[in-house]
Structures are given as structure tokens and as C-alpha cells.
């Protein structure tokens, strides 16, 4: 059997409602703060749910032509920044860029929900005004793929490009479809994760109509608030989280940065309900287990797992049984958070920025708390849920999970290098 391909994170672009720096975003999730903030960008007045992590006073700077920057959805712009703050970390600037083969260098960057603001506009362009009226660039910037592509045609990536959409489980989806390129010898270099910008008066709409958000409307940093009981539905949040994965040879070739090593992962499916998880978590529990397996690594070293733990009613719980069924007594000495907590639910951008939350984690020796944790649910008795406080712990092996409507599941497991 020929021994597998190592693959190691060589640069990380975040954008979130702590700003697009990966050191002050993780400090902010260390500091324990809360990232949610009443919406002022459109009229919420007589919505049921007034308050998200909303990224604010987002600026692309350098990193996008401004008159493309005007014209895009945000959640294309959010990809072009994380995407291009990755490459500015992991040191492939112009010079080393001419070094490497682009044919071999690619983007899987996806989204959940793809242009939703440009397509809300669009819509209502051709209601109150004519369809001559619409944008040509209509199309084109409500695709999930554009972000992906887009960046690949300013940096001339000609590698694999695509995007994956699998709700918010959709991060973690591209980030394992981009190892496996690499490790199939398809690619050196890959940047992957997931952007997300829903945050407008369609999004919102849609989530308040299937009765998913919390309404705590009076104290909205306290909304979001993982295995607590008085837990009231999730917290919109947006942003993207961008990981540069590359193999260890190209790596260590063109000596770049090494941040972690991304081990393994896995992917499946509850085949179960549209957005209920299975509450016996057999199925999130399995896809752990294959995650192990796919990377060589033995149960008895995980020691830290970044939860999905989205605040729900249903869904947290149902992650706390998978993970008890598959680490047993152990699972009372894995520390365990949810980065949710402080910035909400960012959707298909979620597991990127968690897995930039969990790489820190391995870097710093600090986990952050997990926020409002204060009347913890029964069931979770016994787990260290890191309540309210940063806590010292060295990494060892660390597990990231993310979890989507339709019963998309993912894990990535990440370590030191």
C-alpha cells in the first residue's frame, strides 16, 4: 500500500464580525466576547429575530479592483479577501507565485445559500421596475462557484476549481474535497473553505419562517448559547474562513509557513429528515469514526473537539450522543467548544472559520469558552464544555465538526505539525 500523501496548512484568511485578521479574530474568541449585534443594514422593525453576527464596515481593500468590489455580492467579496489574506500568510506573494505550477494550484471555495443580496435586489428589479431592467451581472454573482472562481482568475490558479453546497456542513465539505485532490496527486496547493453572506431581508426571512432563530431581541449577545437550557433557536451569523492546504513536499520545497497537519476526514448523510438531525447521533458518530480512520489516528488521542453546537434545541444535543457513543468514557477528558457562541451560525462559511478556531487552538495552547453556557442541559453532564472562561490545554489531535440541513455531516481532524 503506498503511504499517503502528507498535507499540511500553510496559510488562513478569515472575515467575521471580529474582523479579517486571523490573530485578533482568535483573540476575540479567546476575550470570551460576543460577535452578535442588532441588524441596522435594512429595516427589521417587525421581524420576530432583529439581532445577528453581522460583519460591519467590511472594507476589501487592497485585495479587490473597487469598482468590481461595488459591483459584487458580498459573499464574493468575503472569498476574495480570506482567500487572498490565506496566500499572504502562507508567504505566496507575486514573487512565489511565479515559482509554482499554477496548473497545479486550485480553489474549492463553496457557499450555502450563493448571492442571496444580488438576487434580492434582481428580484425586486424586475418587480417594481421591468426585467430590461436587471443587471447582466445577475447571473454570474448568485452562482455558488463565482467566489472560487473569481479569485482563481485574479491569482491565475488553473488547477481544480469548483464549489460544494451542502448547507453548513458546506466549509468542511470543500476543505475534504481539497486534501483528497491533493492527495490524489491532482494538486500541490489548494485554498478551500466556505463564504456566507445571508444576511439581508430574504435570508433572515427564510430562517424566521421555518422557526429556527432565537428571539432573544432584548439581549442579543446572549442569544447564542450552546447546551445551555434556556437555549432558544441559533444566531445568524456571515463571513468566510479560507485554509491554503498544500502537500508537505511543495511545502517544505518552497519553505513556506506550516501551521498545522490536516490528518483526515470524513462525510456522510443521516438519510434521515430535511433539517432535523437523528437524535441517537448514530450517524454524526460513524462519520467521527471514519474520520479516525481516515487518518491514522487512534481515538485515545483526540483531546479536543471544535462542536458544531449551534444552539438548537435538537441539534446539540444529538452531537453530545454521537460523541459519548464513540469515545465512551473518554469523551469526559476531551475538552470541547462551540466557536458558534460568540459569532453565530455562519452557515456555509461555518466549518472554515472553525477550522481556523481549531488550528489556532493547536498553535496558542488556549481554547476559547464557549459563551451564555450557564444552566447546562442535563444530558451534558460530565463534559468539559470550557463554560464562559479561555482555557490553557495543549492540543494533541483535535476533531472539527459541522453538520448540515438535509443531514450532511462532516469531520476534520487537524494536529500539530
Known sequence: MTQKKRIVVTGMGVVSCFGNDVESFYNSLLQGKSGIVPIEEFPVADYPTRFAGVVQNFDPGQYMDKKSARRVDPFIRYSMVAGKKAMEMGKLDSQALEKIDRKRAGVIIGSGMGGMTVFYEGVDTVISKTYRRLTPFFVPYIITNMGGALLAIDIGFEGPNYSISTACATSNYCIHAAAQQIREGKADIMLCGGAEAPINPIGLAGFVAIKALSTRNEEPMRASRPWDQARDGFVMGEGCGVLMLESLEHALARGAPIYAEYLGGSINCDAY????????GEVVGRCME???????????????????????????????NAIRKVFGPQAHNIKINSTKSMTGHCLGAAGGIEAIATIQAIRTGKLHPTINLENPEPLVEGFDLIPNEAKEHTVDVALSNSFGFGGHNSTLVFAKY
Open 273 to 280: 429528515h430535511m433539517t432535523d438531525p437523528r437524535q441517537d
Open 290 to 320: 471514519e474520520a479516525l480512520a481516515d487518518a491514522g489516528v487512534a481515538k485515545e488521542r483526540i483531546n479536543y473537539i471544535n462542536a458544531h453546537a449551534t444552539s438548537t434545541i435538537a441539534g446539540d444535543l444529538c452531537e453530545i
